[in-house]
T-cell receptor
Framework: DGGITQSPKYLFRKEGQNVTLSCEQN?????MYWYRQDPGQGLRLIYY???????QKGDIAEGYSVSREKKESFPLTVTSAQKNPTAFYLC??????????FGPGTRLLVL | AQKITQTQPGMFVQEKEAVTLDCTYD???????LFWYKQPSSGEMIFLIY??????QNATEGRYSLNFQKARKSANLVISASQLGDSAMYFC?????????????FGKGTHLIIQP
């Protein structure tokens, strides 16, 4: 089945540690996105990529980094510079039409 | 200033009644798109409906319709004949034309609870 997968479902981070969230899609979509959702809030854009080897900062990129080496994959690294990383992280992709489709999300918790 | 405003933090509705979820937006871009997503307790974001700023007709998708009032910058979601499974968070979102596949701006959501 075509879709977007995110792993892990839950992730725990220790102080000062970098962690990487995986996002994979087999929809052959060019554009991919990362959003952050805090409790009781809407989603905020972290990074997006319109094409392989290119990506752009969103509204809250500080403390995060991404890569786009393959069309299918858009991993997000939460660095130690992100002081408040506890949140629900959602990955999405777009086929060049209007609609973004989302993966199931990863919940990141700080120990 | 908020770009997407959802003024109803929570709503209780009786099963089988119609529901209107409010959304107002703010943009100076003449080309934009408006979306509604449903987020059940599992966390996934489910696309419901889309309205383009140049679309002449209001969008409809099954039991969902979007009441688009461009002059008022309003894009309310209407759910007809509500069902227990409609209980979820609902988010209004906007894409402004910034030249390409740019991200969405989301409102804070409305928590809809359908009562039997």
């Amino acid at each position: 089945d075509g879709g977007i997968t995110q792993s892990p479902k839950y992730l725990f981070r220790k102080e000062g540690q970098n962690v990487t969230l995986s996002c994979e899609q087999n929809l052959n979509h060019d554009a991919m996105y990362w959003y952050r959702q805090d409790p009781g809030q809407g989603l905020r854009l972290i990074y997006y990529s319109q094409i392989v080897n290119d990506f752009q900062k969103g509204d809250i990129a500080e403390g995060y980094s991404v890569s786009r080496e393959k069309k299918e994959s858009f991993p997000l690294t939460v660095t130690s510079a992100q002081k408040n990383p506890t949140a629900f992280y959602l990955c999405a992709s777009n086929d060049g039409q209007e609609t973004q489709y989302f993966g199931p999300g990863t919940r990141l918790l700080v120990l | 200033a908020q770009k997407i405003t959802q003024t109803q933090p929570g709503m209780f509705v009786q099963e089988k009644e119609a529901v209107t979820l409010d959304c107002t937006y703010d943009t100076s871009d003449p080309s934009y798109g408006l979306f509604w997503y449903k987020q059940p307790s599992s966390g996934e974001m489910i696309f419901l409906i889309y309205q383009g700023s140049y679309d002449q007709q209001n969008a409809t998708e099954g039991r969902y319709s979007l009441n688009f009032q461009k002059a008022r910058k309003s894009a309310n979601l209407v759910i007809s004949a509500s069902q227990l499974g409609d209980s979820a968070m609902y988010f209004c979102a906007m894409r402004e034309h910034r030249g390409g596949a740019d991200g969405l701006t989301f409102g804070k959501g409305t928590h809809l609870i359908i009562q039997p």
